[in-house]
Nanobody, 120 residues
Framework: QVQVVESGGDLVQPGGSLRLSCVASGTISSINHMSWYRQAPGKQRELVATLSRGGKTNYTDFVKDRFTISGDTAKHTMNLQMSALKPDDTAVYYC??????????????WGQGTQVTVTS
């Protein structure tokens, strides 16, 4: 069993910054990658950024120059430093870990989300 918990969401003004954190715990043999997703009201969940084993990072184009992902999949931790926030960034942000747990091959485990609200 794997548990994923994200934190750090808050209400901020446009142009502000936030740092989100994610921790995976439980019976984890290995993590292939950890990702941040977000879902705004009335919209589908979308990928924001991914941290892969070995340190490779990938970003969705519209946040690439403002958000920075960091962490260590081997330590089951990941962060998302968000700068120059815009109202369109308002969403529930979710963390997922693609992990192998004992005899169970790689599968996705999800947190319950943390709310980010950007408004003046």
């Amino acid at each position: 069993q794997v548990q994923v918990v994200e934190s750090g969401g808050d209400l901020v003004q446009p142009g502000g910054s936030l740092r989100l954190s994610c921790v995976a715990s439980g019976t984890i043999s290995s993590i292939n990658h950890m990702s941040w997703y977000r879902q705004a009201p009335g919209k589908q969940r979308e990928l924001v950024a991914t941290l892969s084993r070995g340190g490779k990072t990938n970003y969705t184009d519209f946040v690439k120059d403002r958000f920075t992902i960091s962490g260590d999949t081997a330590k089951h931790t990941m962060n998302l430093q968000m700068s120059a926030l815009k109202p369109d960034d308002t969403a529930v942000y979710y963390c997922s870990a693609n992990a192998r747990s004992g005899p169970v091959w790689y599968t996705d485990y999800w947190g319950q989300g943390t709310q980010v609200t950007v408004t003046s």
